[in-house]
């Protein structure tokens, strides 16, 4: 492992591991229990990657915006979500990637 800069809140991440400022660990195989910010999928395209742009977002805000309310499903474009049904289908994207989509 190698120590690496931080990503700034608001710029583009990969969602491996959290590499967010103020959410990523500072040594190996140490977990930060509740980041400040985590690296969230947006509704944007990533025009470095060309797939779902990921960025360093406040864990709270993403939190509010994840959780549905009780009897519902996760909306189209979101993060897949344990113990939550997506309301299309739990769609594989690459790199450990699962985005609920509209059924086909």
Sequence with gaps: ?????CTPPGEECI???NTC???GSKQP???VAEPGHVCAATNEQSQ?????KYTCQ???A?????????GSCVADGQPCADGVDCCGVCAYKGADTMMCEACT
């Excluded at 492992?1 to 800069?5: G, I």
């Design 1 to 5: 492992m190698m120590c690496e800069a």
């Design 15 to 17: 969602p491996m591991g």
């Design 21 to 23: 400022c103020d959410g």
């Design 29 to 31: 195989g140490q977990d």
């Design 48 to 52: 470095r990657y060309n797939s779902t």
């Design 58 to 60: 406040q864990r709270a």
């Design 62 to 70: 993403v939190k509010l915006m994840q959780a549905p309310a009780v």
